[in-house]
């Protein structure tokens, strides 16, 4: 079990809620920032690589 995972359960635990399987992991977001001095077609970016997505926020009207 991962060690952020274990963290989470003995959280949960002191608050008398307790975890009585072997939690499931699945990753669901990843999100990451970075200089790649350069311009990038984020659209494009997401097109062409694997398991990746680009949604950009709304602006709100």
């Not at 359960?9 to 970075?34: M, R, W």
């Not at 990038?40 to 990746?52: D, G, I, K, P």
Request: glycine content about 4%; overall charge positive.
């Amino acid at each position: 079990m991962y060690k952020t995972v274990k963290t989470i359960v003995k959280v949960l635990k002191k608050h008398n809620i307790v975890i009585t399987k072997e939690p499931e992991i699945t990753i669901q977001n990843i999100v990451a920032s970075g200089n790649l001095g350069a311009e990038v077609n984020l659209e494009r970016a997401a097109y062409l690589l694997e398991n990746c997505m680009y949604e950009p926020e709304q602006p709100r009207a």
